[in-house]
């Protein structure tokens, strides 16, 4: 018995060490009422079911904790939020706690300090601040602001200081200080900033290395750039590019969805939805500006992707086929690759990676 133990502790810290290197995927099904987890293997990009957990009411956003292992979730059609623990070696996720909070919640993120969950809510036009405690657990709700409709997501700047809401309806984003010590947004000093008619901004992602700011416009089927005065914290437009591969193309039956740039800082990446495909740009690291380098064919209305650390692979998911779709990312000059394409169930709604 312990001639025999010991390389079986050896053989399980070493598969533990590898399956704890390799990023785990978390996918919302919104049909199918749960959150599926995959393990993303760093080698060729291929995909390995560990884990699915059945949450009532469709999951949709999700957003992991900057320091804990601790995913939460959004349910958008009853308006709950949900918190899970996951097990980083299994990749399993045990539910923590769950809360009535509003309408439609759309999007998720989590302040720096870990303290604070942010949610954009798209019917009831609002964004809200809930404690989160030492556990993991969504706490009380700390404030609620009532902003415009089709509130789509709420992002920081790098440093955590300036938070932004993009609202499609009102075609602006809201724009607000974080008191940390109050633990509450407050309005800057320019509350928005208005974009013409029939553009959209969706989604909003910030630069790691520059004060630049993208945002994916839903109705314009574009892109735009935009300067942050770390000052003030307002944005100033300095650009807006074309998502399509070209002039002519039919925009009118296509959206954008979601948009992310490269850990690296050197490409920025946008969905479309209809055309089907992901929009590649080129960043200037001098002035943040974009160069249309081309589109990557995708899933049936990619609703949402997401680059795993580390920037070697993108995954994207289609809302209407059901399949994930593995990219590679090339390092140097941001062409995607595509390696891998998985079924994985009705409907999915967010990934990420971690």
Known sequence: MQHHSFPLLILFLIVAKVHGSEPLVHISLAKEERIVTLRLSNKDGTLTPVDSVMVDGGPGALAYHPTLPILFASIR???????????????????????PAGADPAYLSVDRSGKLLMSAYYREGKITLHAIKANGAIGNELQSIYTDERAHAIVSDRTGR????????????????????????????????????????????????????????????????????????????????????????????????????????KFVYVANRGHDSIARYAVNPRD?????????????????????????????????????????????????????TLLVGKTPWWVTIR
Request: aromatic share 8%.
């Open 162 to 265: 300036y938070w932004f809401a993009p609202h499609t309806r009102p075609n602006a984003i809201f724009q607000f200080t974080l008191d940390d010590r109050a633990k509450r947004l407050v309005e800057n000093e320019k509350p928005k900033l208005l974009r013409k008619p029939n553009t959209g901004p969706r989604h909003l992602w910030f630069h790691p290395k520059i004060d630049f700011a993208y945002s994916s416009d839903e109705q314009g089927s574009s892109v735009s750039t935009y300067a942050l005065d770390t000052a003030s914290g307002v944005l100033s437009l300095r650009q807006t590019l074309s998502t399509l591969p070209r002039a002519g193309t039919d925009a009118t039956a296509n959206t954008t969805s979601h948009i992310e740039v490269h850990p690296s800082g």
């Open 77 to 99: 059609s009853i308006g709950n939020l949900a918190s899970f623990r996951v097990d980083e070696s299994s990749g399993k996720l045990t539910r923590i706690n769950e809360i």
């Open 288 to 340: 943040g500006m974009l160069t249309h380098l081309g589109n990557t064919p995708t899933e049936a209305t990619t609703r949402s992707f997401n680059i795993a650390p580390g920037g070697r692979f993108l995954i994207a998911a289609g809302q209407t086929s059901g399949n994930l779709a593995v990219f590679q990312i090339n390092s140097e000059e941001g062409h995607l690759k595509r390696l891998n």
